[in-house]
């Protein structure tokens, strides 16, 4: 619904972080009847935002945060063609046994890397989700190797779906997909979608 508008999805995580969607994405899409662009979130009274999303916990944090963000994107809007560095202690590595080991390696660059309060988890669904919506044919989501479990299980969907191959994050294409891979898919899919407990990685440390 909101892929082909970055700023919106950039909120949008912003909420996501650490906490479940089925509690999040309703309070985001409060905030978007309050305040409907990036233009009037810029000049929102952080109070305000405050009290309308502090049951989600990090309240002042996040209130401060989207407030900045939104400034930021109207100062240095995200040209899909231009691209900025990472910071190098953002990493993208899956959790592995040698976490500790890989998690120095330099994220990618991306068109919105220079925005703050943007963690792996913000840049990998910008990644997925708003490189598509710019560009149908753009390949970008089969690079991304996210952390975070939701987005995991999103992208072996899409793979199977769409390429007919099985992906795991540590590896990525791994082979091809069989009947048994897809109902067992399908079954963690199904599972997954009404789980209470569902909640995405943390990027609340990124400034």
Avoid at 89 to 116: E, I, Q
Avoid at 126 to 146: G, M, N, Y
Avoid at 179 to 207: F, G, H, K, M, W
């Amino acid at each position: 619904l909101i892929a082909d508008q970055p700023w919106k999805v950039l909120v949008a995580v912003t909420f996501l972080n650490v906490t479940a969607g089925r509690v999040s994405i309703p309070v985001f899409w409060r905030v978007m009847d309050r305040w409907s662009t990036a233009e009037a979130l810029a000049e929102a009274d952080e109070d305000e935002v405050f009290v309308l999303i502090r049951h989600l916990g990090l309240g002042r944090t996040r209130a401060r945060r989207i407030i900045e963000l939104s400034q930021e994107y109207l100062k240095h809007p995200p040209d899909f063609n231009t691209l900025f560095p990472t910071k190098s202690t953002v990493s993208s590595t899956p959790n592995s046994p040698s976490k500790r080991r890989r998690a120095a390696r330099r994220y990618p660059p991306t068109p919105v890397s220079h925005l703050p309060g943007l963690g792996a988890y913000a840049l990998d669904s910008f990644r997925i989700s708003c490189t598509l919506a710019h560009d149908p044919t753009s390949q970008e989501w089969k690079l991304v190797r996210p952390n975070d479990k939701e987005l995991v299980r999103y992208l072996k969907w899409k793979w199977a779906a769409e390429e007919g191959k099985i992906w795991s994050p540590e590896f990525g294409v791994v082979g091809d997909v069989t009947d048994d891979y897809i109902d067992a898919l399908c079954t963690v899919l199904e599972y997954t979608a009404y789980s209470p407990s569902r909640t995405n990685s943390s990027d609340e440390d990124q400034n």
